[in-house]
């Protein structure tokens, strides 16, 4: 069974940094995609980074230049660096993948359980 587990949430200051991991577990054959979504209390789940197994990523505008997300694929791991944290940015943040897990399986699409990320003003 795969699983993806997300961790370094927490409560920092605005303006403050803090970085996520979530580790893919479990029988994979091969990940097109990792990234990471947030929902805020009130509003729709939103994209806020991806990385493509090409090497592309793509970043909500709200984010550009602030956050990082980055790849360790001996590891099946994906980080977002937070940098710079606005109160806004609080919400749960959800890991999510597109993988895999033999030749010839469909592509899944699998979250994680989300981590909470509150910033204070």
């Known amino acids: 069974q795969v699983q993806l587990v997300e961790s370094g949430g927490g409560l920092v200051q605005a303006g403050g940094s803090l970085r996520l991991s979530c580790v893919v577990s479990g029988t994979i054959f091969s990940i097109n995609a990792m990234g990471w979504y947030r929902q805020a209390p009130g509003k729709q789940r939103e994209l806020v980074a991806m990385s493509f197994s090409g090497g592309s990523t793509n970043y909500a505008d709200s984010v550009k230049g602030r956050f990082t997300i980055s790849r360790d694929n001996a590891k099946n791991t994906v980080y977002l660096q937070m940098n710079s944290l606005k109160p806004e940015d609080t919400a749960v943040y959800y890991c999510?993948?597109?993988?895999?897990?033999?030749?010839?399986?469909?592509?899944?699409?699998?979250w994680g359980q989300g981590t909470l990320v509150t910033v204070s003003s």
């Open positions: 999510n993948a597109a993988l895999t897990t033999s030749r010839n399986s469909k592509m899944l699409g699998l």
